[in-house]
Each structure stands twice: as structure tokens, then as C-alpha cells.
């Protein structure tokens, strides 16, 4: 939704790519649906949100950008291969990332993307609201009474 906003506040045609087409989405919004590769090869800029920590964005899926464009990882590091990207970038085959995440995270300190002029790093930081922040001590605190009661806990890594 952040992304629709910021778009159309440019008035910017939004392209969107989902494993099921969303038509009520695309009715409240006006966005558009588009296949992968056509919202590769027809978008200024794909920012990948999603859950998974599957690779979405290769070597094959940058060659399919245009050379003018933009990719934008807010989702999992894992999600775009950070060395296709890497090529990619020092290639010239995108013009830019701005990159929220990376895979390894961080990257080793004498890793190429470092000294890219067109790469902007940010230091994971997407979560870190005031109101996210508090609302994940809250969860701590709460999954910590509950495992010391003796109660199912909220949250746990199996």
C-alpha cells in the first residue's frame, strides 16, 4: 500500500506481480497486473516486497530490466541474488539499487557492492518505528510470561 502511495503521488502507472491475480486490488487501486517479465521489462523501478526468502531476482530476471532502471529490496536478502545484482550493476545492465537487505547480511567488508556509485545500502532498518519497536518488546515480554507460566508461547522458532 506505502508503495501505491508513494507512485501515484507522482502519478506514476503502478504494475503489480502476484502469484494470484488480486481484481479487488486492482479495482480499489487502479493498479495494474502484469506478468513477471512484463513488469520486469516495463518498469523504471521493481521494488521486490514479499515474504518469501526464495530467490525472485536473478541473473535472467535482471537482464530482463531496462538498462534505465531501478531495483529496490525491502523484502529478504535472500529474494535477489546479491552477486547477479552486483554484475548487473557494475555491467550497466540496471542504472541503481537501493538495497534495505542483502544476502549474506552484511555482506564481507571487501565485497564489490560496497564501492558501487550506484547502489544506496541501508542498514536493514525498515522495522524500526517507534510503534514496531515497542510493539516487538511487548511480544517479548509477553512470550516470556507465557513460557514461564507454563503457557503456549506466541512466538517460537521450531
Known sequence: MLTYVFAT???????????????????????????KDELLAQSDTVIVIVST???VIDAAALKKMKPTASLVNVARGPTVDTE????ALQAG???????????????????PIYSL???I????????????????????????????????LLAQAN
Do not use: W
Not at 503521488?9 to 506478468?35: M, Q
Open 93 to 111: 545492465e540496471i542504472a541503481g539499487a537501493g538495497l534495505d537487505v542483502l544476502d549474506p547480511e552484511p555482506p564481507p567488508t571487501d565485497h
Open 121 to 152: 545500502l541501508a542498514p536493514h532498518r525498515g522495522s524500526a518505528t517507534v510503534k514496531t519497536r515497542r510493539a516487538m518488546a511487548q511480544l517479548c515480554v509477553d512470550n516470556l510470561l507465557a513460557g514461564i507460566e507454563g503457557r503456549e
Open 53 to 55: 526468502t526464495d530467490v
Open 84 to 87: 547477479a545484482l552486483t554484475a
Open 9 to 35: 503521488g507522482f502519478n506514476c502507472k503502478v504494475l503489480y506481480h502476484n502469484r494470484n491475480r488480486r481484481p479487488e486490488v486492482e479495482a480499489e487501486l487502479g493498479v495494474e497486473y502484469a506478468s
Open 117 to 119: 556509485n550506484n547502489v
